[in-house]
Structure formats: structure tokens, C-alpha cells
């Protein structure tokens, strides 16, 4: 019995770790580059932009769960979409609150990157 409360408490501990390491790189791969290409059209194609540009989004990875990032993403791309059922995502404080939490995260990661 007692090598069973052992091996549980061992895998609690190695679950916990998974997910302490998965929330913390919780952004594949794919999206980074996208994001990475993104900011490199907008200010620049040097080596100087592409390292402000990484370190752009690993610090909103650091701030946003990938999910949230998503999401806002989603907003402000059917904010650009035009029709009367769209105006929901203009006005909505759900919405709203989204797109903030973006902005913000993008706010700290221009202050610490750039």
C-alpha cells in the first residue's frame, strides 16, 4: 500500500510539472512564426527586428494563455468583417474585454522588447 501512495504522490507531482510546462508554452509553434512574420512586415526585415519580434510574443506567451490569445485574435478579425450580426463583437463587453487583455499583454511586451 504505502508503494502505491508513493507512486500516486510521483505522478501528481510529474502531472503537475506537465502542466505547469505546458501552460507556459502553450503557443505552437505555427502561431509564433505567424505572429513573427507579422511584426517583421510591420517594422523591419533586420536581425535586430526578428529578435525584438520573438521576444515580442514570448512575452505575451507569458502574459495570455494561448486559448485567450486566440480568442481575441478571432474578435478583432470579425471587428473587420462588416454586417449588422458582427456589431456584436464591436460592442459587446465580452468582446471588449478580450481585445483589452490583448492589447495590454501587446502593450508590455512593446515596452519590454522594443
Known amino acids: 500500500m504505502r508503494g502505491l501512495v508513493i507512486a500516486l504522490t510521483l505522478l501528481a507531482g510529474s502531472v503537475s510539472a506537465q502542466t505547469v510546462e505546458q501552460r507556459l508554452n502553450d503557443y505552437p509553434t505555427a502561431a509564433r512564426a505567424d ?51 458582427m456589431s456584436i463583437f464591436r460592442s459587446a463587453a465580452f468582446a471588449n474585454n478580450m481585445v483589452a487583455d490583448l492589447r495590454r499583454a501587446q502593450a508590455e511586451a512593446e515596452i519590454v522588447c522594443f
Not at 514570448?58 to 449588422?84: C, F, H, K
Open 35 to 85: 505572429y513573427v512574420f507579422a511584426c517583421m512586415a510591420t517594422n523591419g526585415q533586420g536581425r535586430d527586428v526578428l529578435d525584438k519580434c520573438s521576444c515580442s510574443i514570448d512575452t505575451i506567451a507569458s502574459i495570455l494563455p494561448y486559448d485567450n490569445y486566440v480568442e481575441a485574435e478571432t474578435v478583432l478579425s470579425l471587428r473587420l468583417t462588416g454586417g449588422e450580426r
